[in-house]
């Protein structure tokens, strides 16, 4: 028999006395576990009161369906995150592609007209659509009515004053009136250019557009 030496055999024993984990129990309780508690219950319960064994049943058909239930949970989670993974390097590929989103700010090109999609959820008569930037209102485009769905309507870049505007940003806002003569405001998608994709903490995908707003993926109506 090998007997270790005794400044050896201190050494371990400091060893283990430095690592408190080395003695510490599992936190974890598994069915092996807990089997081998109700064997140790039923090897010790008091002879004129056994144990029920459909009480017995009941616990660990409760146990197994409490394990499946953990590990359902983690391949949930794991597919969930593949998913997340996947929508994001989906939506990468759409930095930089041109895109009809709905917004108010849309990118013009001087000399060349802007094209706009106006949509209401219900028909609409003496609409507006009134185009602004920094300085003020730009111009004005009157519509007699709108039908319900998308319109597509086209700004020709001029002013007020019949002149060309410069190349910029410009904002919309489109509205109407409904048959009882209530105002109605008008959804608006431009045309304009992806710049970056995030993910918001609900696992949304966020677009942040040329022009610097940021909108949903389901507000995208058309990608190019």
Known sequence: MNVLPNSQLKTETLQQQGNPGAFAPSQALGQKDFLMLLTTQMMNQDPTKPMDPTAFVSDLTQMSQLEATAQLNQSVMAMTAGFQNLQ??????????NVVAKGE????????????????TEPLKDARLVITNSAGVVKELSYPSLARGDTTVSWDGKNTAGLDVSSGEYRLVAFGYSAEGDIKSVSSYVGTSVRSVSVEPDGSMMLTLATGERVKMNAVREIS
Request: zero cysteines; a positive charge.
């Open 105 to 120: 700010v849309f990118s013009h090109q001087a000399g060349e007209a802007s094209t706009i999609r106006l949509n209401t």
């Open 88 to 97: 994001v390097m989906q939506a990468s590929s759409m930095i930089g592609k």
